[in-house]
């Protein structure tokens, strides 16, 4: 390598440098910029997106409450046409819609939907616990325990034993009930939650 002893002999070092590879440099100094605006755009039109689709639940939402005419079609197109979590909050919320007419089999539906976009693990969770009390309703019993092997983390460990509990009860196997509604004390359950297990525990032993 080279030693440049004195200030003028490395500025003509540095002339020729960009002389031979001047052009090559502008290129990648556009390159480079043009990567990172390209990335804010993107960026601001991802969190336009998410507004809009914020702005757009928020009605959907309102109006599947107020039962107002319509709501269930668009719900159902603005569920379709969000694959984030705004989608599955939305079909978490025709799912219960649904369910208060006791229409469970479309319940059902908007569930497994929910299921296929939900990308984050609580919401997931979320998903799979009321999905497998829909289907214990159903009456698709081993459905639901595949179901609620899909729930995950510790925080939900009590209500995905309860719901267990239920529908091995409902298959006529007290003993696993017994064990899934003890396991379900076990695991720290809140208040109200430890007093439901209780009270489960008490009608299998009278």
Not at 89 to 101: C, P, R
Not at 162 to 172: C, E, M, N, S
Request: glycine residues 8%.
């Amino acid at each position: 390598m080279e030693v440049y002893t004195t200030e003028n002999e490395q500025v003509d070092a540095l002339r020729r440098f960009f002389a031979e590879n001047g052009k090559a440099l502008a290129v990648g100094v556009v390159l480079g910029i043009g990567a990172l605006v390209g990335w804010r755009l993107w960026q601001s039109h991802q969190d336009s997106n998410m507004l809009a689709a914020s702005q757009s639940y928020q009605q959907t939402s309102e109006a599947l409450a107020a039962g107002k005419s319509g709501d269930v079609a668009a719900a159902e197109q603005f569920i379709q046409a969000n694959d984030n979590s705004y989608g599955v909050m939305a079909a978490l919320e025709l799912a219960k819609h649904f369910v208060e007419q006791k229409d469970f089999a479309k319940a059902e539906q908007q569930l497994v939907l929910a299921q296929g976009k939900a990308k984050e693990d609580n919401l997931l969770s979320v998903v799979n616990l009321r999905l497998a009390r829909v289907q214990l309703q159903e009456k698709k019993l081993d459905e639901a325990l595949k179901t609620l092997d899909g729930v995950k983390g510790e925080g939900w460990a009590a209500m995905q034993a309860d719901i267990r509990g239920d529908v091995l009860l409902a298959k006529g196997d007290a003993k696993g009930a017994r064990e899934a509604y003890s396991k379900g004390l076990e695991s720290n359950p809140s208040q109200a939650q430890q007093a439901l297990l209780r009270m489960k525990l008490n009608n299998l032993s009278s």
